[in-house]
């Protein structure tokens, strides 16, 4: 019965919902299926992540350059102080970010589609 009390959370919101009455199990088993489900929905998502990954790299490569073949560049509105002129800066930038962004969007949208939601 003591162990009982240890594992409802220590601090929380909505703290009458873990007092001692019958209607507390159900918030607990909630909790567990929701913090179980959150769990799951992670781990789709870092697979699907990485079984994206081949086609974030096709992505990726394919955004660092325009049509012409002539690499990405900015347009500022405004004139940056100390500029970089690395001339590779951008395009890597610019990979990383529809790298990232394709991984993200893969390994969301395969979560959805493994993950039960009952």
């Given at each position: 019965m003591n162990n009982e009390f240890l594992s409802d959370p220590w601090l929380t919101l909505r703290f009458?919902?873990?007092t001692a009455n019958p209607k507390r199990w159900a918030w607990k088993?909630?909790?567990?299926t929701k913090n179980q489900f959150q769990f799951?929905?992670?781990?789709?998502g870092?697979?699907?992540?990485?079984?994206?990954?081949?086609?974030?790299?096709?992505?990726?490569?394919?955004a660092q350059y325009g049509q012409g073949?002539?690499?990405?560049?900015?347009?500022?509105?405004?004139?940056?102080?100390?500029?970089?002129?690395d001339p590779g800066f951008?395009?890597?930038?610019?990979?990383?970010?529809?790298f990232l962004g394709t991984c993200m969007?893969?390994?969301?949208l395969f979560a959805y589609a493994t993950t039960s939601t009952n």
């Open positions: 009458r919902k873990y088993n909630k909790r567990e799951t929905f992670l781990v789709n870092l697979i699907g992540s990485v079984l994206t990954a081949p086609l974030a790299v096709w992505v990726g490569r394919r073949g002539v690499p990405t560049v900015p347009m500022q509105r405004w004139v940056h102080d100390f500029p970089n002129v951008h395009p890597r930038r610019t990979f990383r970010w529809w969007f893969g390994g969301i």
